[in-house]
């Protein structure tokens, strides 16, 4: 199966269902920044892996706690350096 993701642009992802091994280095997601062990999607051009999961997460999400703004998944952080989470407080890091 292959699908387009805006995180990659120009570039479709193709699902792989195996557990990945490459050159016995670990596969890094390209979305959460987590080892991949299972089904991802990659990017047959480029060293681009993304999770099942996080490729097929929403753009958009509605909470409860703030009804009337809704988050929006952005492929780069919009900002620089440390931030703190308006919920719980947590320093956040941004490359």
């Known amino acids: 199966m292959e699908v387009e993701h805006f995180s990659h642009p120009g570039h479709p992802l193709i699902l792989i ?25 990659s990017c047959t051009s480029c060293y681009f892996f993304l999770h099942k999961k996080c490729a097929e997460l ?12 809704p988050l929006h998944l952005l492929a780069n952080p919009p900002y620089k350096g440390e931030c703190d989470c308006d919920r719980c407080r947590k320093t956040c890091n941004s490359i």
């Open 58 to 69: 929403p753009r958009e999400i509605k909470r409860r706690i703030h009804r009337r703004h």
């Open 17 to 41: 269902n195996q557990v990945l091994e490459c050159s016995c280095e670990l596969v890094i997601c390209s979305g959460c920044e987590g080892p991949i062990w299972g089904p991802c999607y």
